[in-house]
């Protein structure tokens, strides 16, 4: 049967019907999601990552999630750092409205969805990353490209730094990013509890507080906090719990000071990392062990050796 001759194959006024169909069709049967760009800080050229990337945009658009029966899983399984989940969703967006939503801010003329960029869908709260674009499915029907297709997977918070200014990410943010310290108590027996608001002073009308994810009593007077949402009043930069000061909840009004703040240079007793030869986790060795380290020796023989 041939092809019906009301329409032709590159007529723009029924390119646009066609698109503006579609756009209507997201609008009804699709979701509104966060689309927030990726900001690269200091890409590595080598790995072509960037680990202080920062997201401090955000755009609201109409997405259709083509996961009718749920998230595409290949597995949640249990590694040596936890449970791990693998989601993954395919987001379908219009052409058009992101051009004129997201792309108008960008500076590359031929701007479209990136692979590293966010989206954050709030039906689950939870944040998906774009890992493929493909850009011409539907393929070229009425000789038009109207939609993006987007594979996503579930996004790995690891300390990026949002500031979108939407107040529903911002929460989700701060829930995902702990620090964790330990507590010696001003009255022995009087622990802080989960879910608790604690509080320091920093001078000059600047507090920071958090909220207790999780407690471990260590004895009657010490206990170590990890510590979730945590926010400074009184201040317009970023600003950290200090050594040694005093924190106060507000339950109780219980007090405590801060004897040490864990970070990545000190261990589980809050001392720094000492050098261990055998683990080489400061320098190179300077004496033989018994396990095969060029910075030692060459195992196989000095070439400058005569024999």
């Known amino acids: 049967m041939p092809r019906s001759v009301y329409f032709s194959q590159a007529v723009r006024s029924e390119q646009e019907l066609y698109e503006d169909l579609i756009i209507e069709s997201l609008k009804i049967y699709g979701q509104d999601v966060y689309y927030i760009p990726r900001t690269l800080v200091n890409r590595d050229d080598i790995l072509n990552e960037d680990p202080a990337s920062k997201f401090d945009d955000a755009f609201i658009i109409e997405a259709y999630l083509e996961n009718v029966d749920g998230f595409d899983s290949t597995t949640d399984l249990y590694s040596k750092f936890g449970l791990e989940i693998r989601d993954e969703a395919q987001f379908v967006i219009s052409r058009k409205v992101w ?7 960008e500076t590359d003329t031929n701007a479209k969805p990136k692979e590293g960029d966010l989206l954050f869908l709030p039906m689950t709260n ?47 943010t701060n829930e995902s990013y702990q620090k964790a310290m330990q507590i010696t108590l001003g009255t022995a027996n009087q622990h802080f509890e989960v879910e608790e608001i604690i509080s320091q002073s ?4 600047v507090t920071i507080s958090a909220e207790v994810a999780q407690r471990t009593k260590v004895s009657s007077t010490l206990e170590t906090l990890y510590l979730t949402n945590i926010t400074v009043v009184g201040a317009t930069t970023y600003k950290e719990f200090t050594l040694n000061g005093t924190v106060t909840g507000a339950s109780n009004s219980y007090t405590g000071t801060i004897s ?26 300077l004496s033989a062990d018994g396990f095969l380290d060029f910075s030692e020796a060459n195992p196989f023989g000095d070439p400058s050796e005569t024999y």
Do not use: H, M
């Open 99 to 105: 051009n004129r939503r997201v792309g108008l801010y």
């Open 126 to 172: 939870k944040f998906f990353e774009i890992g493929f674009v493909e850009d011409d499915k539907p393929f070229y029907q009425l000789s038009n490209l109207p939609v993006f297709k987007l594979t996503c997977t579930l996004f790995e918070y690891s300390d990026e730094d949002f500031d979108t200014g939407i107040e529903v990410i911002q929460d989700q």
């Open 202 to 205: 920093l001078g000059s009308g």
């Open 260 to 285: 040490t703040l864990y970070n990545d240079v000190t261990d589980a007793t809050g001392t720094a990392w000492g050098s261990d030869e055998q683990a080489q986790n400061v320098d190179f060795e």
